[in-house]
């Protein structure tokens, strides 16, 4: 990389989990509905995710993130949306 390449630190999207994908987990004792992922590109090319969700019984408490689990749907589900994001980023009309 050359100094006047920028140095691009993070490469991240959200993604709403449709709702027949939505699942719940618990975290110490409470359980969490999680709808959102925040997926990375990491350096290396492969992509990393974390679930979020909130408290099943409603309430102001913490959003708090999950593993995702290895399920087809939801792996299909971030790989799109990376594919997705990728094709909205290499079509960007710069600042608007």
Do not use: C
């Given at each position: 990389?050359?100094?006047?390449?920028?140095?691009?630190?993070?490469?991240?999207?959200?993604?709403?989990?449709?709702?027949?994908?939505?699942?719940?987990?618990?975290?110490?004792?409470?359980?969490?509905?999680l709808d959102t992922l925040n997926v990375r590109l990491l350096k290396d090319g492969h992509l990393a995710a974390k679930a979020y969700g909130r408290p099943v019984e409603g309430g102001?408490?913490?959003?708090?993130?999950?593993?995702?689990?290895?399920?087809?749907?939801?792996?299909?589900?971030?790989?799109?949306?990376?594919?997705?994001?990728?094709?909205?980023?290499?079509?960007?009309?710069?600042?608007?």
């Amino acid at each position: 990389m050359s100094e006047d390449e920028p140095l691009v630190s993070a490469l991240a999207i959200n993604v709403t989990v449709p709702e027949q994908l939505r699942w719940t987990d618990t975290r110490r004792g409470q359980a969490f509905r999680l709808d959102t992922l925040n997926v990375r590109l990491l350096k290396d090319g492969h992509l990393a995710a974390k679930a979020y969700g909130r408290p099943v019984e409603g309430g102001r408490g913490a959003y708090v993130s999950f593993p995702v689990p290895d399920r087809p749907e939801l792996t299909a589900l971030v790989e799109a949306a990376a594919s997705r994001a990728a094709a909205s980023w290499a079509a960007h009309r710069g600042l608007g």
